[in-house]
């Protein structure tokens, strides 16, 4: 007996020390990947290390990675669980309260912001009022929008990054990080911005950090819906982005990567590339000439980027990271000399913060607008506009909602009419930035009110996230106050999508339409949440599926789709879905279909995103019928149809 538990004792531990060496070696790949700012495949790896050894390492990283490739819910989740670790660091609950901010959470986030104050008490009054008034007066911003209509541009986004959309005499150019036609690929696949030795260059084809094609130019015909690559020979087959044109459009000022001749390398450490800014001017025959370097471009020492020149092309302002500005990017002036050279370059203190500054643009209205994380705002970049007067630019003002969204809002050019772009990468577009087109009048038709319920004990829930989506491009979000109250103004002949989430909640949705209503009216609309209990099912409604058939119906995906929003909102649960059939036919066939029909859930909730680790599907067959239409009974097929059914369960939180 002694040595039968020896040898288990034996096995045990070459198990653990087995496991614990995987886990080493997975989490050292995570960190050389993180390194190289390949960052989906650091995601991956660290997911793997962290479910092998659950280390601060790993859930810190985690956390951190999700933040840099703008997955706030995963960020936030995963910053909650690094800060509750022991050992955890201050840093991980202030990048929870940013997260927290993010997702429009704003009393949690004032809530985390305190407590970093608490464990980092030197933290500068002027931070700490930044931080809070964010908070409360992005809750006022929300409650008091400005007149705005923002549209989704989805004849210019993609999947992928789409922004800085400005016009020229033949269309819009822009920024995407699409895929790129096949014939203009090549064939390398090496990481990006950074090396990891002395001989390999950057793939030319995938961007690391976000999986997706380097950013290029695009040129949208304003005749037609053609789209294409601009024709410009930017002499690299890296990033290129952020274009600006002068008034005749013959020159176009942009920010491109490329490798330089000489690559300053420090010994163990990869080499990171910086933006330079080159411009190209058209020639007679509307061919762009070859690219010309910007006076203060230093690869291999700082970045310059975001060019935007004046109106009457003699000042370029930019942004950069150089030694001597306030914060991380800071934005700056030069001014064009008599032979055509760039004057000293001048920060423009009035506008810049120990934040990042991005995006400047001088405009006809008198406004200098730009973005910034490091001014009183709703989270991430915030549009602001200072008045541009003869003393200088005056106090930055932000745009408000629903200019500004708890994400990152930016690359605003608007003209003389109060129209123009913006991006955004806010939930309801089409990939992770996306271009919106604006005009800043809107006449207010409909309001739609009402209050979110637990659908259990029907008391008002307070704290629920209710986003209106609006058919067509563009979103408004909401939070419940103490009463689960809501409310918000709605455009004429519109059709909406309403959806509710909260942290351990159910969701639910609803459609909403003002269409054919020839009278201003207040639409009224309740919500109702049910509580998500350990092991107790519940069931969704109307998933019902035609007889011996396990395909998902329209109307059952519409219920599908709330049980997604469940599963984003919280992140951490696991669930089982439970496939029920009617008793017609064999007992054994009524298995199979309803484990059929259960992988047919299962796989459509996995194919919107969900981690196929998080759910799983059990058939239940004929063995629980909700009324008494068993074997043999003669019942409507309404009837047998109600034992059709698909229902839920949380096995994990």
């Known amino acids: 007996m002694k040595k039968i538990q020896s040898g288990i004792f034996t096995v045990l531990f070459l198990f653990t020390f087995t496991v614990k060496v995987k886990a080493q070696y997975v989490l050292k790949e995570a960190d050389t990947q993180f390194e190289l700012f390949n960052y989906n495949k650091a995601i991956d790896l660290y997911q793997k290390a962290y479910h092998k050894k659950a280390s601060l390492h790993a859930a810190e990283r985690l956390a951190g990675v999700y933040r840099l490739v703008d997955n706030y819910p995963q960020a936030e989740n995963w910053y909650a669980i690094a800060s509750a670790m022991p050992k955890s660091t201050p840093e991980n609950t202030l990048y929870y309260a940013k997260a927290l901010q993010s997702n429009a959470k704003y009393e949690q986030a004032k809530t985390a912001y305190q407590k970093y104050v608490s464990l980092k008490p030197e933290v500068s009054a002027a931070q700490q009022q930044i931080w809070f008034a964010s908070c409360d007066s992005a809750q006022y911003w929300i409650k008091n929008p400005v007149p705005v209509t923002l549209l989704n541009e989805k004849s210019l986004n993609s999947t992928g990054s789409d922004w800085g959309a400005v016009p020229d005499p033949n269309g819009t150019v822009f920024t995407s990080d699409r895929d790129l036609p096949a014939d203009t690929k090549n064939s390398k696949s090496r990481p990006f911005l950074k090396f990891d030795g002395t001989t390999k260059l950057p793939d030319p084809n995938h961007y690391g950090w976000t999986g997706n094609e380097y950013f290029r130019l695009y040129q949208k015909a304003a005749a037609n819906d053609s789209l294409h690559i601009f024709a410009l020979n930017a002499e690299t087959n890296y990033h290129i982005g952020a274009p600006c044109f002068t008034a005749d459009g013959n020159t176009l000022y942009f920010t491109l990567t490329r490798i330089p001749k000489k690559i300053i390398r420090k010994k163990g450490e990869p080499s990171t590339i910086n933006l330079e800014i080159y411009s190209s001017t058209k020639d007679a025959n509307g061919t762009w000439g070859k690219p010309v370097p910007f006076r203060y471009n230093k690869v291999n020492e700082w970045s310059v980027g975001d060019p935007s020149i004046s109106a009457d092309g003699n000042t370029l302002y930019f942004v950069s990271d150089m030694p001597g500005g306030k914060g991380g990017t800071d934005i700056y002036s030069a001014a064009k000399n008599a032979d055509g050279s760039w004057a000293d370059a001048v920060n423009i203190t009035a506008v810049n913060t120990n934040g990042n500054e991005r995006n400047p643009f001088s405009a006809a209205d008198g406004n200098f607008y730009f973005s910034s994380d490091g001014l009183i705002g709703m989270g991430g970049l915030d549009i602001y506009k200072a008045r541009q007067t003869a003393a200088g630019l005056g106090t930055p003002v932000n745009m408000g909602y629903p200019v500004n969204s708890p994400q990152d809002d930016f690359a605003l050019n608007i003209n003389l009419k109060g129209t123009g772009f913006m991006a955004s990468n806010r939930p309801g577009g089409i990939g992770n930035d996306d271009i919106y087109s604006f005009t800043a009048k809107m006449i207010l038709y409909f309001n739609l009110e009402g209050t979110v319920y637990d659908r259990k004990t029907n008391l008002p829930v307070d704290g629920v996230t209710v986003t209106l989506n609006k058919q067509g491009g563009g979103t408004l979000t909401a939070i419940t106050a103490n009463q689960g109250t809501f409310r918000f103004n709605l ?37 109702f949440l049910e509580p998500l209990v350990l092991n107790k099912p519940i069931r969704i409604e109307n998933i019902y599926y035609d007889f011996a058939q396990s395909a998902i119906r329209p109307d059952a995906a519409i219920e599908l789709d709330k049980l997604i929003s469940t599963l984003k909102t919280n992140a951490t649960i696991s669930i ?12 054994e066939y009524n298995q199979w279909l309803s484990q059929k029909r259960a992988n047919a859930a299962v796989d459509y909730i996995i194919s919107r995103g969900i981690d196929k680790v998080r759910v799983t599907g059990r058939g239940y067959g004929e063995t629980h019928l909700l009324n008494r239409c068993a074997n043999g009974v003669k019942c409507s097929d309404a009837m047998h149809q109600l034992n059709r059914r698909t229902e839920f369960k949380v096995v994990k939180q």
């Open 491 to 527: 455009d004429q002949a519109s059709a909406y999508n309403l959806k509710s989430e909260k942290a351990n909640y159910s969701s639910d949705a609803a459609s909403i339409t003002t269409m054919n209503l020839n009278s201003s009216q207040t639409l009224r609309k309740d919500l």
């Open 576 to 587: 089982e879905l439970s496939s029920y059939t009617d008793s017609r036919g064999r007992d």
